[in-house]
């Protein structure tokens, strides 16, 4: 069953730009032959961390956003804990996020239909056990 993930990785501040694309075709190669599917790639750019990670004080944040099995997202991190210029890596499930918020949405827009919708208009009821009145 695919699932979709969020993967969020920091790499050194002075990889060069080839590198880091290099970096990201080799796990979109292994997403693609393991059956998952790549649905975007997002470089953030350099960023101060908030705390050292083996001494650097900033890094370059990519994140990945993919569709796939558990067995791919054990595999991509295998990658990034072996790879040298990473230096923090995140996975995310999403799916179940993206689901709530949907369900979420539904109810409030449900909400809204109704409450939106104009009330019948209200008719004047005669008073019970009274005849109208005859004008002569």
Do not use: C, W
Request: hydrophobic share 35%.
């Amino acid at each position: 069953m695919n699932r979709t993930y969020e993967l969020m990785f920091i790499v050194r501040p002075d990889m060069p730009e080839e590198e880091q694309d290099k970096l990201i075709s080799t796990l979109e190669t292994a997403v693609t032959t393991s059956g998952g599917q790549m649905k975007n790639v997002e470089k953030m750019g350099k960023r101060h961390l908030a705390y050292s990670v083996r001494r650097f004080r900033d890094g370059l944040y990519i994140l990945l956003t993919l569709e796939g099995s558990g067995g791919l997202i054990h595999e991509l991190e295998r990658r990034l804990r072996v790879t040298e210029p990473v230096i923090k890596f995140l996975t995310v499930r999403i799916d179940e996020e993206q689901k709530r918020l949907d369900k979420i949405k539904a109810i409030r827009d449900s909400r809204r239909k109704v409450s939106a919708t104009p009330a019948p208009a209200a008719t004047p009821a005669e008073p019970a056990g009274e005849a109208p009145a005859a004008t002569a």
